[in-house]
Each structure stands twice: as C-alpha cells, then as structure tokens.
C-alpha cells in the first residue's frame, strides 16, 4: 500500500489475452447499442463494471497502474468494463503537482472507502462499481469481479447523446432512469468526461525525469444530480480548455461516461460511455 506516509509493493501485472476474449464474450448478452453517427449511446441490459483508478503522477507505483488501466480504454464496444482514471490531489505537496489532480476525486475516494468501512486511502487503489479490490493486479480476482457484475440484471438505464462544436468542444445530454422505484431516491446521477493520449514530463518528486502516458484520464466531474421520481437528466456544454487539445486528433481522444449511483452504498447501478464524434 502506498500513500504520502505508506507503500505497499505492487505485485506485477501480466496481460491475459484470455481474460479481454472472456470479457468480450460477456457482451454477446446484450449489447449496449451505439451509432458513431447519431453520437449516441445507450446502457446495456446487464450492468456494466466501472472502474475507478485513484492515482497521481507524484507516486512512484502509480505508473503501472496507469498501464493496466489503459488496455480497457477501447472496451466500450463490449459494454463490460468502462475504465476512468481520477488523479488525486494529496501527492502534490510532496514535489511534483499533478495538473490532472482534483480534491473532489480525493473526496469521493475517501467517500467509498467510509462507506465500505475502511479508513485509509491510498494510491493506486482500484474501486469497481463502488467497490474495493485490492487484488485487481490478479487477473482471475478481476475478472471474476467483473464477472459476477456482468452477470446481473442492470439496475437503471443511462443514454448518453453528444454534439460536437470546436475542436476539443462539445454538448453533452445524459438521460438516466432507475428501474427499482423504491430504492430511486438514494440514486444520484453523474458524467465524467475523460481524455485520452495524455503525456507528461515529470521534473520532480518520485517519478522525476520520467515520461508518464495516460488514458482516460477525468477532465470533468458533473454531479451528484439526484434521480426525482426515479429520473434526472444532465445537459451541458463541455469544453477542454487545456494545450493538450490542440494533440488530441483522433475521435476517441475525449469522451463521457454517465453512470447511476447508490449514495448510501456507494455501488454503481449502471454505465454507459461515449467517445466523441466529429
């Protein structure tokens, strides 16, 4: 385990062809329709995983991390696995500001690690759908996890529809419905938009004179918007005022993911996720 004050050594993480082929067979029940056209996205029948790196370029055994999550940035064709990445704020202090940092992600990791019971938070920590797995370097944990997420009924539905306007640019409209009418005024509603293909040279502190690449990283946080009567809706316009736009050149540079969320168990109900079109 690793924070400002604590290190855990990170056990080494080999990519299993076996376990993206496992995952994909997943999305042969019920797959999320999406039209690169239209920009638009729709959530599964079956709940989809999301997974929540916490992570920084101030630590030392973040990086790794940062490279697992990035083999799940394409996923989104399978519905099963949607990844994004919070850098966290707690590391800046210690040499090296992380420009992707934001306290909200260092306030919501502390949030599920209160609602699980736990008390400290550190980085690379992995939650899906609200909760912890320490274990997520050990593919069979991982993939049992998501798994068993997979494998039940979605709990909400979510569409998602973009408009692209400049470059880096766009407006972005969230639908989000709970299917359980008696549990909808616990559920709160959010996007995130990400973005893809970021680099940075780092000068100081524990990963100095190293180049970090990131993918999905959260640019935006929208939320908590409450589910009224079992419902919300979240309409804005987005924009990426950041040099590392000016870089982004392919279609899924940027993106959103809009998820359901129970606020007294932290648990994510339902995902849906979208890159955004030209």
């Known amino acids: 385990m690793q924070t400002a004050l604590t290190r855990r050594a990170n056990r080494p993480f080999t990519r299993v062809i076996a376990l993206t082929i496992a995952l994909a067979a997943l999305a042969n029940c019920g797959l999320a329709t999406a039209a690169t056209a239209m920009c638009t996205s729709h959530s599964p029948s079956h709940r989809v995983a999301l997974v929540e790196l916490y992570s920084s370029e101030g630590c030392s055994s973040c990086p790794p991390a940062d ?69 997520w370097s050990q593919r069979d944990s991982f993939a049992s996890r998501v798994g068993k997420l997979v494998a039940e009924p979605a709990q909400a539905n979510v569409a998602v529809e973009l408009k692209p306007q400049a470059k880096g640019a766009f407006d972005v409209d969230a639908q989000f419905a709970a299917r359980t009418p008696a549990s909808a005024n616990t559920l709160n509603a959010y996007v995130a938009v990400y973005q893809n293909a970021l680099t940075s040279q780092v000068h100081a502190g524990e990963n100095s004179g190293a180049t970090l690449h990131h993918e999905r990283v959260v640019r935006q946080w929208i939320g908590p918007v409450p589910l009224i009567a079992g419902n919300a809706q979240i309409h804005r316009g987005i924009r990426i005022d950041d040099a590392d736009v000016n870089a982004a050149t392919s279609a899924d540079s940027f993106g959103v993911v809009a998820f359901v969320e129970n606020a007294a168990t932290g648990d994510v109900l339902q995902v849906a996720e979208l890159a955004a079109c030209h």
């Open 67 to 135: 490279s697992w999550l990035s083999q799940w940035k394409n996923s989104g064709a399978t519905q099963s696995v949607v990844p994004l990445a919070l850098h966290v704020d707690y590391w800046n202090s210690l040499g090296w500001t992380d420009r992707f940092s934001q306290h909200r992600f260092t306030e919501r990791q502390q949030t599920l690690t209160d609602l699980a019971g736990g008390h400290t938070i550190y980085t690379p920590e992995i939650f899906i759908s609200g909760r912890e797995l320490r274990s």
